[in-house]
């Protein structure tokens, strides 16, 4: 009997010396989690420090994009070491065919993202941020109000955004001063932009790369006041003032022959590679690029807003976030994760480096202080005239019809008022 209460005794001892020691690990590893909850287990405490793997879906266009998005995983795990993240990409247009397959095969990754256009079509794949925001009382104030916005649907803000911005007008610089031309300004003309186009058609490059997917002409459309939804917000692509303001688009395709004729592609980023490879002077993209066209183009180059048309110049504004997936295990991780991936550090490092004009306002200034001459004088013109860029559940399926239907619209194949009823016909509900 002795003996067994010696050997209780001892057992009891040695489990409290291991006790001891553990949560003198769990104290060295993380005293604040210790002091915060007196009285804590010490293997739950342990358990707190197990590192937590999570998987981050972005879409990428360029290797100086991966570059930066790993950069901001590695910026996560500096300050949370026990959060890892593994950095998994596609291609623009593949990653919104592969996020819902990913999501009903059941491998829906832990970070996804989001881009304000498609909060509509694809709210549903996120947790909404709300009750993340008001337990950290998270400062939503620092961000744009637009792009908040854009990023919120019905029951909350469903990704904290890394970026926004308008729709521009790049253009190469090598082409105008081998043309002679000035390069254009901030307040010109549809009628000066013609002319320009014009001029810079020769040789087998041509003055602009007209696109029929609508982030590229709807600008144009906007500032001869047309519209594309109807006063309830569905979608209304066969009314006369957009049937005639993309007719005059197509035009610069099959009839002034300013733009080159457009092979049947499904490929989304073709008439920025001709843009990129020189074959076109000037094309319709966002400040989002510039860190893809810095690193990846062999010309000078610049940016200017949209021309003024019968309304002025008119431009849409969209922008991307980072939110947690309806599926993850580890809420709260990914929480801390894309407050970190949208933090004033990663959002200065994504604005000097040219890939987001910043969400966050008082990081906008590293943009301007990095991008091509004269950006900043662009960006703050296009910005007073913007509008949001509202968008209806289907605008993947729009965007995706547009380019099937377009294409041939543009190149002289088709009425382009029979490719907008198509859209509208298989697109409107």
């Given amino acids: 009997m002795t003996q067994t209460l010696q050997k209780r005794t001892f057992t009891r001892r040695h489990a409290l010396k291991v006790l001891g020691g553990a949560a003198g690990i769990a104290a060295i590893a993380s005293p604040d989690t210790l002091l915060a909850a007196p009285g804590t287990s010490p293997f739950a405490v342990l358990r707190a420090q197990e590192t937590v793997n999570l998987k981050w879906f972005m879409w990428s266009g360029s290797p100086a994009e991966v570059d930066a998005w790993k950069h901001l995983a590695s910026m996560v795990t500096a300050k949370y070491p026990t959060i890892k ?34 909060t509509p079509g694809f709210a549903d794949l996120f947790q909404p941020l709300t009750s993340f925001i008001d337990k950290d009382k998270f400062e939503v104030s620092a961000f744009d109000e637009s792009i908040i916005g854009g990023l919120t ?12 911005g308008p729709e521009v007008i790049f253009y190469n610089k090598d082409m105008f001063q081998k043309a002679n031309l000035p390069f254009p300004k ?31 002409w709807l600008p144009f459309a906007l500032s001869d006041g047309a519209t594309y939804l109807d006063s309830a917000g569905k979608l209304d692509l066969t009314n006369d003032s957009l049937v005639a303001a993309f007719s005059k688009y197509t035009e610069l395709v099959h009839k002034l022959k300013y733009a080159p004729s457009i092979p049947s592609t499904k490929d989304t980023n073709y008439m920025q590679a ?27 180059f610049g940016i200017v807003p949209m021309p003024k048309g019968t309304k002025g110049s008119v431009t849409v504004s969209a922008g991307s976030g980072f939110g947690v ?16 991936l949208t933090g004033p550090e990663a959002e200065q490092y994504l604005a000097s480096a040219g890939r987001a004009f910043a969400a966050r306002k008082d990081e906008q200034q590293y943009w301007y202080k990095n991008a091509v001459e004269g950006s900043q004088e662009t960006l703050e013109a296009a910005l007073k005239s913007v509008v949001p860029y509202k968008v209806t559940p289907q605008w993947q399926q729009v965007s995706t019809l547009l380019l099937q239907y377009g294409i041939p619209a543009m190149n002289g194949q088709t009425d382009p008022k029979d490719a907008l009823t198509q859209v509208q016909a298989q697109a409107g509900g």
């Fill in 85 to 118: 993240i593994e950095f998994v990409t596609a291609s623009w247009p593949d990653y919104w065919t592969k996020l819902p397959t990913e999501a009903a095969g059941g491998t829906l990754q832990d970070i996804i993202s989001l881009q304000s256009l498609r």
């Fill in 153 to 164: 649907y019905q029951d909350g803000l469903r990704a904290l955004p890394y970026d926004f």
């Fill in 186 to 216: 901030v307040d010109w003309t549809y009628d000066e932009f013609l002319d320009t186009a014009k001029k810079l058609t020769t040789g087998g490059k041509y003055g602009y790369g007209a696109w029929p997917y609508p982030d590229s």
């Fill in 274 to 300: 001709q843009w990129m490879a020189g074959n076109v002077a000037m094309h319709v993209n966002g400040p989002w690029q510039m860190i893809n066209f810095k690193s990846g183009v062999k010309f000078d």
């Fill in 325 to 340: 997936s309806k599926t993850t295990k580890h809420a709260d991780e990914v929480w801390k994760a894309v407050t970190v």
